[in-house]
T-cell receptor, first 115, second 120 residues
Framework: EAGVAQSPRYKIIEKRQSVAFWCNPI?????LYWYQQILGQGPKLLIQ????????DSQLPKDRFSAERLKGVDSTLKIQPAKLEDSAVYLC?????????????FGPGTRLTVL | AQKVTQAQTEISVVEKEDVTLDCVYETRDTTYYLFWYKQPPSGELVFLIRRNSFDEQNEISGRYSWNFQKSTSSFNFTITASQVVDSAVYFCALSEARGGGGTSYGKLTFGQGTILTVHP
């Protein structure tokens, strides 16, 4: 079974530029999560989708971050414009459904460096 | 609000030593789930174990064992006879059944992580 795919793996941009990350979850998984992991910290949830609807985006900086999950499968996370403090690894995870019981399966992440 | 604390930032051991990673959590919910994930240098978080709040039985899986004590809000992880391949960052995480308000299910709150280095 294929795991969670993410691209690109690495991205370097200058502040005020825009960037987009892509995630393809495990086939059949209804729930998709985007986490931000700053160096030396644990991942922090940015947004959670259940199929193509947003369940929780309370910690998403909506003035600069946006995310969508069209057709309930792939998802993209965009930052526009980027700030220095956005330098982090962006992890995508999926689970069969949005239950606190379910383990989440994580992708390899996209490491973003903002100069 | 839920919170997970891993007080040990870094641990360094020599191969074959036993090592325990501490995890303390806070939650107002009576039903919750605790997880441990491993993050090797490749970056991908790997699920190790899940424990629900009503099951305080300790669990052993090969060289790994977990000690859940509700009375002290702790969920510690022990690696017996550590190996170099165990070197990674380990995260403890908490998921509340009611999502802290009922709007988010499955949201994981992670601790800061413990960097484990096992030397040959």
């Amino acid at each position: 079974e294929a795991g969670v795919a993410q691209s690109p793996r690495y991205k370097i941009i200058e502040k005020r530029q825009s960037v987009a990350f892509w995630c393809n979850p495990i086939s059949g998984h209804a729930t998709l999560y985007w986490y931000q992991q700053i160096l030396g910290q644990g991942p922090k949830l940015l947004i959670q989708f259940q199929n193509n609807g947003v369940v929780d985006d309370s910690q998403l900086p909506k003035d600069r971050f946006s995310a969508e999950r069209l057709k309930g499968v792939d998802s993209t996370l965009k930052i526009q414009p980027a700030k220095l403090e956005d330098s982090a690894v962006y992890l995508c995870a999926s689970s069969p459904r949005g239950s606190s019981y379910n383990e989440q399966f994580f992708g390899p992440g996209t490491r973003l460096t903002v100069l | 609000a839920q919170k997970v604390t891993q007080a040990q930032t870094e641990i360094s051991v020599v191969e074959k030593e036993d090592v325990t990673l501490d995890c303390v959590y806070e939650t107002r919910d009576t039903t919750y789930y605790l997880f441990w994930y491993k993050q090797p240098p490749s970056g991908e978080l790997v699920f190790l174990i899940r424990r629900n709040s009503f099951d305080e039985q300790n669990e052993i899986s090969g060289r790994y064992s977990w000690n859940f004590q509700k009375s002290t809000s702790s969920f510690n992880f022990t690696i017996t006879a550590s190996q170099v391949v165990d070197s990674a960052v380990y995260f403890c995480a908490l998921s509340e059944a009611r999502g802290g308000g009922g709007t988010s299910y499955g949201k994981l709150t992670f601790g800061q992580g413990t960097i484990l280095t096992v030397h040959p």
